[in-house]
């Protein structure tokens, strides 16, 4: 008699500690469980090792206590927020990873695009929903977006981190943030030029970076858009492109 096994998540990396590099948790140590395959495919997404299905060979089923084993392994067993990634981590079965780990203590963050939505997006104690300007080539279903709020069904602290490339992205980035005036909004200059992922320390266009934050802090104090929040990846501008940090 064979009853059902349970399913497998499919993991791309799990590293860490090093800090969150973006958002409400900047700054916070936290190990990344980054899970392969994504129902999107941004232009210039900078974890495509996590999304494109060349790399889907480096990508490894994992039962939820060999996950839970390498991150208690790089924690020390001393409780931290584990970030959860991608790829896009929604349709990866995370829920019993979160109930072991909030069973010990460990704290759970997930960054999604907010395009499938899972029950157990309640059990989180972060959210963080990031929604697709223009520049990215997708199409965002407000529908979907939605249906991942009422999934938290308010219970994680929950913000919008939008990436902003351009006119058009900021402008998304108002629409969005009037859609959800309840949610903190962080807005995040998009970094450009993401290499290859086989060359896991390509250089950066820092300046690139810094000149569209400045542009940035000068189009929200214009519009008196005082709820907006603006950070850089700060992971990004201590390592550059390098994976794993
Ligand atoms: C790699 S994604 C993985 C999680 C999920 N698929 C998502 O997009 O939210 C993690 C975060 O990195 C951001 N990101 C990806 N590529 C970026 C880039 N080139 N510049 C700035 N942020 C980027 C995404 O918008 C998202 O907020
Ligand atoms: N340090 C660090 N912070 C991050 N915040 C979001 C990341 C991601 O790729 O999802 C990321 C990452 O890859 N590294
Ligand atoms: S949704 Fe996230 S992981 Fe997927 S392609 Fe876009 S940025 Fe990359
Ligand atoms: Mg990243």
Redo the contacts with the bound molecule.
């Keep these: 008699m064979t009853g059902s096994r349970p399913a497998e998540i499919r993991v791309s990396e799990i590293f860490g500690p090093t800090i969150q590099g973006?958002?409400a948790l900047i700054g916070l140590p936290t190990v990344f469980v980054?899970t392969g395959g994504?129902d999107?495919r941004?232009s210039?997404?900078?974890?495509l090792h996590?999304?494109d299905s060349r790399y889907r060979d480096e990508w490894r089923p994992m039962s939820t206590e060999e996950v839970w084993q390498k991150v208690t392994s790089l924690s020390g067993g001393r409780p931290l927020m584990v970030s959860l990634?991608?790829?896009?981590?929604a349709i990866q079965p995370l829920g019993d990873l979160i109930a072991c780990g909030h069973a010990q203590g460990y704290r759970f963050a997930l960054?999604?695009?907010?395009s499938v939505a899972r029950d157990w997006f309640a059990d989180l104690d972060v959210l963080?929903?990031?929604p697709?300007p223009p520049s990215?080539g997708m199409e965002t279903d407000w529908d979907a977006l939605g249906d991942c709020l009422q999934a938290s069904a308010g219970k994680p602290q929950t913000i919008l981190?939008?990436?902003v490339?351009d006119e058009a992205d900021y402008s998304y980035a108002r629409h969005a943030a009037a859609r959800y005036p309840q949610l903190p909004v962080y807005l995040?200059?998009?970094?450009?030029t993401?290499p290859p992922p086989e060359e896991h320390d390509a250089p950066i266009d820092i300046e690139g970076v810094t000149e569209r934050m400045r542009w940035l802090v000068e189009r929200i104090t214009e519009d008196r858009w005082f709820e907006a929040r603006v950070l850089p990846?700060l992971h990004?501008l201590l390592w550059g492109n390098k994976r794993g940090v």
């Excluded at 210039?44 to 974890?47: H, K, L, R, T």
């Design positions: 973006e958002g980054r994504c999107y941004c210039w997404c900078d974890s996590a999304v990634s991608g790829g896009n981590p960054e999604t695009q907010g963080v929903l990031s697709k990215s981190k939008i990436v490339f995040q200059p998009g970094n450009h993401p990846q990004v």
